[in-house]
């Protein structure tokens, strides 16, 4: 009886160590598996708080740059000179391009060509300010010759498509259009 009772207890011990292996195995994977699921978690959030930021950056840029541009317009006469143009409003325009270049890594298809019709909207102003101000007394005009109104239609388009961006979260919108 005592190999009997040596062969049980030999078994016991090989059951338990078995046991604890998979229970230490499945305790390892389980814990891998969350903290693969916290690291995710702490990218998106990290990476979407990167986004919202390059977003408000990018509305204020627009924003800025809008209101310089118009009030420009606005107050602008023939005997403006161009250096005002060029201290004023070009570095605006600037500053705007350098933002949306650094981030447009963030931006939909929608977003980015509404962002660039804005910067072609600005740039051709921008270029008819300068011909207007420069234009000599026989090719003067009255009124300068801006696209005005498509800048104001462009940036509406801009602003609405950052604003989209900024009132639902991407998750929340992509669950929402997959359930229509």
Not at 77 to 96: A, C, D, G, H, Q
Not at 127 to 132: N, P, T
């Amino acid at each position: 009886m005592p190999v009997s009772s040596l062969f049980t207890a030999i078994i016991g011990f090989f059951g338990v160590v078995v046991g604890a292996v998979i229970s230490a195995s499945v305790t390892i994977y389980v814990t891998s598996k969350q903290r693969k699921a916290a690291n995710k978690r702490l990218r998106a959030e990290y990476y979407m708080e990167q986004k919202v930021e390059a977003m408000a950056e990018l509305h204020a840029e627009l924003e800025d740059c809008f209101q310089t541009v118009d009030d420009f317009i606005d107050e602008m006469s023939r005997t403006t000179p161009l250096s005002e143009y060029e201290e004023n409003v070009e570095p605006k325009i600037e500053s705007f391009h350098k933002t949306l270049m650094r981030h447009s890594i963030y931006l939909t298809e929608e977003q980015e060509r509404a962002l660039y019709d804005m910067k072609m909207q600005f740039g051709m102003i921008g270029a008819d300010i300068e011909d207007y101000l420069t234009a000599d007394d026989e090719n003067w005009e009255k009124e300068p010759r801006t696209h005005q109104g498509n800048l104001r239609e462009t940036w509406e388009e801009a602003k609405d498509q950052l604003k989209k961006e900024m009132d639902v979260p991407p998750q929340l919108r992509e669950s929402d259009s997959s359930n229509k």
